[in-house]
């Protein structure tokens, strides 16, 4: 949990029922544990909380700010320097 900072967005009394929530989103029942044989849910939760979390807070201010038109993309492509390999992923694709 600490990784995930959540205490910079919950209560510190609210952190340990919101980790197991989410640890059960990503995990299932399952205890939280990242390997390489199964990297995607660890891969998945990291990226929600450090990529789409800030991505969709700045949609929701300007959406406030009155800026009408607001466009969004994801984007596919694995460019050559991929976040894989700049966190020592090599050449495995895991979608970042």
Do not use: C
């Not at 340990?16 to 990242?34: C, E, K, M, T």
């Not at 995607?40 to 201010?61: A, T, V």
């Amino acid at each position: 949990p600490e990784l995930m900072e959540l205490d910079t967005s919950a209560p510190p009394e609210a952190v340990p029922a919101l980790w197991r929530q989410i640890s059960d989103f990503y995990f299932g029942n399952a205890q939280p544990h990242v390997s390489l044989e199964k990297p995607q849910p660890f891969i998945d939760l990291y990226s929600d909380r450090g990529f789409l979390h800030g991505f969709r807070r700045s949609i929701e201010m300007h959406a406030r700010a009155g800026h009408k038109r607001l466009f969004v993309y994801e984007m596919a492509y694995r460019g050559r320097f991929s976040f894989s390999m700049l966190f020592g992923g090599g050449l495995n694709d895991y979608g970042v």
